[in-house]
């Protein structure tokens, strides 16, 4: 019998019309054109606009999406993996809200929350149920609204971040292609750096809370830096190493979407020029789990089977990782 391996088999995604550029946020806090770019490159981000509107309406799009572009039916799912970090609620779960939105019903879903590394966490998760033969169609969405935890008087946060969906379709193959190997890592030091101070068991919400503005986005940006550069670099170099690809042999970098410096770091060190890297942060800013998928979804075209492919990414918690993957087709 031969191995199963578990391979991308199509990616959609979900971008809400409404386009926050920098000009926009000069009027809204002390910043400038100048400085975002300088200091992150980013010149605008999308924002889901409307009343009662959360991540779930953001993955239902994406999703309906995906499945309209690989001709799969809602009835062949067999699980959902939804990553966020801005869930409707803290229960039910958005992934069974999503379900519901697309009409996907009495299957198994589930949400994962690794901050900014969760798709590549929740790929790997997708990635053990179809290995072992228990389901043959798992999607991945990473659906995140950070405008609704984003303080707009914040100058040093609010200008990172924007809102986005992605679906992912995993399915089985036995070609020697799909996810060939992940390294995944955490370190709990990174919850003083980055995160949202107030809301969970801890520090439940209140009116001092509230008024203390402890229900968004906290980040120390230098000391989140350091760790991203360091770590997001070292384990995009370890998957190389530990699967003997030389620089050339990469295809592609897909990395997560925080910060240009960041990105540029990372290649620096893995030794690859810029035009084997996927960059799409000015347009989206970070999306959090749906930066790398977004990157998959814009240069899909671009892909080829068989293209060796290291996703990598950093995010709160500390959370890090990396995924090597061989493409699994060629775009029509």
């Not at 519901?100 to 790929?123: E, P, R, T, W």
């Not at 999607?139 to 946060?157: G, L, P």
């Not at 008024?211 to 940006?221: L, P, T």
């Amino acid at each position: 019998m031969k191995k199963i391996n578990a391979v991308i088999t199509g990616v959609g995604a979900y971008l809400p019309d409404y386009i926050l550029t920098n000009e926009e946020l000069s009027s809204m806090v002390d910043t400038s054109d100048e400085w975002i770019m300088t200091r992150v490159g980013i010149k605008e981000r999308r924002i889901l606009k409307g009343e009662g509107k959360g991540a779930s309406d953001l993955g239902a799009e994406a999703v309906k999406d995906l499945l309209k572009k690989t001709g799969t039916s809602k009835e062949d799912i067999d699980l959902v993996i939804c990553t966020t970090v801005t869930p409707d609620h803290m229960f039910p779960g958005t992934s069974a809200i999503i379900c519901d939105k697309v009409g996907i019903h009495n299957i198994q879903s589930f949400d994962m929350n690794a901050a900014c590394s969760g798709f590549l966490y929740g790929l790997d998760t997708a990635c053990k149920y179809v290995q072992s033969g228990s389901h043959k169609k798992v999607i991945v969405v990473s659906a995140e609204k950070m405008s609704s935890i984003t303080d707009y008087t914040d100058r040093t946060t609010c200008v990172l971040f924007g809102d986005a969906a992605t679906a992912v379709l995993i399915e089985p193959t036995e070609e020697e292609i799909g996810i060939r190997d992940t390294i995944l890592r955490s370190n709990g030091i990174g919850r003083h750096h980055l995160v949202m101070k107030a809301g969970g068991s801890v520090k439940p919400a209140s009116h001092e809370t509230v008024d203390a503005k402890e229900h968004v986005v906290y980040q120390e940006g230098q000391a989140v830096f350091k760790h991203a550069v360091s770590n997001m670099a070292d384990v995009a170099v370890e998957i190389m190493e530990k699967n003997n690809l030389e620089s050339d042999e990469v295809t592609w970098l897909v990395p997560h979407q925080a910060n240009l410096r960041i990105i540029d770091a990372t290649a620096r060190r893995m030794g690859i020029r810029k035009d084997q890297v996927m960059i799409n942060i000015e347009k989206y800013g970070n999306t959090t789990s749906a930066t790398i998928p977004l990157c998959l979804y814009e240069w899909e075209k671009q892909l080829k089977k068989g293209d060796n492919i290291v996703l990598a990414a950093f995010g709160a918690g500390f959370t890090w990782g990396s995924v090597y993957l061989k493409w699994g087709y060629d775009s029509k």
